[in-house]
């Protein structure tokens, strides 16, 4: 395959691109045997943006992505992608910023699922270091479900030198950390924020913790030590999404 191309597969990752960016889909290769629901909505999608469905073996789609549960579908699709920058995302803003900082996580299956969260919540971007970290791979890809074409993924050279940026805004940096003497749900942040997460085991690195406005922990009630990144992103994320909607509907000020 060029390396001006990649693959993703996957019902839901394939149709998410058919409908965010049908343009940089170059092929779509399907299983020959399938003629179900799933598939008859996912060709309805390909012919309304004009891309023909290749039916192919069930064995060549298995090389084409080998070891990968691609569900019957795979699509090759432009690898060139905008690179977006903060400004890109924050400047257009007309609302309380809202984002998810991954700090050093490096199982594509995270990322998937963190994205997958950062969609489910409304969040206005996900961002990560160029370094140290996963990347957008086909599995991310895979496991986000489509998030990963909804989402804004923003890559940055220098994580608290782009905290330190968001901040200058007014937004709020909350760091999740098993350390920290505020839990979750006895802390008080403002509604623009930024949670930043770390990776599972080595948490959020110093200098990274450092730049954080506030660090809030949180409760481990059972014998686990900790959670799973992007269980303790879907924790964090929804008690922010709650805080806010419970403030534009007149309740307390959630940083009150």
Known sequence: MPSSTRLIFGFHAVLAKLRH????VRELHVDAARNDARLRDLRKHAEFAGIRLLPVAAARLEAMAPGTRHQGVI???????????????????????????????????????????????????VIAPKDRAVGLTQ????????????????????????????????????????????????????????WVLGAEGQGLRRLTRETCDQLVSIPMLGSVASLNVSVATGICLYEARRRARDAAGGGTDPAA
């Open 139 to 194: 599995t991310a890809v895979k496991v986000a479900s489509g998030a990963a074409e909804t989402v804004p993924y923003i890559t940055v050279t220098n994580l608290a030198r782009s905290l330190r940026e968001i901040k200058e805004r007014g937004i709020w940096v909350v760091g999740a950390d098993a350390d920290a003497p505020q839990d979750l749900y006895g802390a008080r942040w403002p509604v623009s924020c930024a």
């Open 21 to 24: 960016d049908a343009g940089a």
């Open 75 to 125: 699509a090759i699709v432009d690898a060139t992608q905008r690179h977006l920058a903060l400004d890109d995302v924050l400047d257009p803003l007309d609302e309380p910023a809202f984002l998810l900082v991954l700090d050093g996580v490096q199982d594509p299956h995270n990322l998937g699922a963190c994205l997958r969260v950062a969609d489910a919540v409304g969040a206005h971007a």
